[in-house]
T-cell receptor, first 111, second 112 residues
Framework: DVKVTQSSRYLVKRTGEKVFLECVQD?????MFWYRQDPGLGLRLIYF???????EKGDIPEGYSVSREKKERFSLILESASTNQTSMYLC??????????FGPGTRLTVT | GESVGLHLPTLSVQEGDNSIINCAYS??????FIWYKQESGKGPQFIID?????DKRQGQRVTVLLNKTVKHLSLQIAATQPGDSAVYFC???????????FGKGTTLSVSS
């Protein structure tokens, strides 16, 4: 079975802190994705990566950056956390042209 | 622009009934569609997918129907069970795209 793991289930950070969210997949998938999920807004794509060191902006990249140094790991970075970044963050991975597999999510609260 | 929407934000059914969850998409170039189920506190879970060269695909208790003429996708769940209670999302992708575009979700509530 495909397994996508995220470093934390729950995280509480203060405004202005730098926040790292880690995601690891064990199926050698080329593609990895970061989404945020908010009530009434559904899943919105922040960034994705189709190969090591490659990244593409999604629909809402402002305030975020990403890093993919190894194929199995994709990190989301909040350079200076703000309260409007309080959300559920979901990581996913996929092979080319196939379904995405999701991790359990990280619920981030910025106070 | 592209958008994937669901006709109803909520659907309530009785245990044992069949459920139908609908989704409309706007991009006629989309050629791959997926249904996901998301239970409370968990990430979305893949249910079933369909490519645009098909109009029907069946899984275990689930059937996805694709009508390209009207750009409509539906998920049918047979003999709905309380464990089917969740939020269901449809998603689409074009052949040229890497990322999926998700609808906002339908909350299915099953009462026994």
């Amino acid at each position: 079975d495909v397994k996508v793991t995220q470093s934390s289930r729950y995280l509480v950070k203060r405004t202005g802190e730098k926040v790292f969210l880690e995601c690891v997949q064990d199926m050698d998938h080329e593609n990895m994705f970061w989404y945020r999920q908010d009530p009434g807004l559904g899943l919105r794509l922040i960034y994705f990566s189709y190969d090591v060191k490659m990244k593409e902006k999604g629909d809402i990249p402002e305030g975020y950056s990403v890093s993919r140094e190894k194929k199995e790991r994709f990190s989301l970075i909040l350079e200076s956390a703000s309260t409007n970044q309080t959300s559920m963050y979901l990581c996913a991975s996929s092979r080319m042209y196939n379904e995405q597999y999701f991790g359990p999510g990280t619920r981030l609260t910025v106070t | 622009g592209e958008s994937v929407g669901l006709h109803l934000p909520t659907l309530s059914v009785q245990e044992g009934d069949n459920s139908i969850i609908n989704c409309a998409y706007s991009n006629s170039a989309s050629d791959y569609f997926i249904w996901y189920k998301q239970e409370s506190g968990k990430g979305p879970q893949f249910i079933i997918d369909i490519r645009s060269n098909m109009d029907k695909r069946q899984g275990q208790r689930v059937t996805v129907l694709l009508n390209k003429t009207v750009k409509h996708l539906s998920l049918q769940i047979a003999a709905t069970q309380p464990g089917d209670s969740a939020v269901y999302f449809c998603a689409e992708k074009t052949q040229a795209g890497t990322a999926l575009i998700f609808g906002k979700g339908t909350t299915l509530s099953v009462s026994s």
